[in-house]
Nanobody
Framework: QVQLVETGGGLVQAGGSLRLSCTASGRTFSNYAMGWFRQAAGKEREFVAGISSTGAVTSYADSVRGRFTISRDNAKKSVILQMNSLKPEDTAEYYC????????????????WGQGTQVTVSS
């Protein structure tokens, strides 16, 4: 089992930045690909960014590419989502997720999920 806890959400003005952190406990963190997802009110959950177990490969949704950066620190069992140039349409609940396979993370069918952290971007 892997337990995931997200922190760092909050309220920010458009154009601002936020840094989301996801800390894992349980089994070996470095074995897992990790991802960030978001779900806005009334919409389906969508993939935001993913990172392979070693950190060598990353993937981004078109809507955030160039503004968001995903990274990980396997020694600290954490994955970070740095969000810059935030827009009101980035407002959503953000979730961290883990799975054995990077392709599964990209597909959004991850085995482990956190509880989420709310990000609100005001115009």
């Amino acid at each position: 089992q892997v337990q995931l806890v997200e922190t760092g959400g909050g309220l920010v003005q458009a154009g601002g930045s936020l840094r989301l952190s996801c800390t894992a406990s349980g089994r070996t963190f470095s074995n897992y690909a990790m991802g960030w997802f978001r779900q806005a009110a009334g919409k389906e959950r969508e993939f935001v960014a993913g990172i392979s177990s070693t950190g060598a490969v990353t993937s981004y949704a078109d809507s955030v590419r160039g503004r968001f950066t995903i990274s990980r620190d396997n020694a600290k069992k954490s994955v970070i989502l740095q969000m810059n140039s935030l827009k009101p349409e980035d407002t959503a609940e953000y979730y961290c997720a883990a799975d054995d396979w990077f392709r599964t993370v990209q597909a959004g069918t991850c085995r482990y999920w956190g509880q989420g952290t709310q990000v609100t971007v005001s115009s």
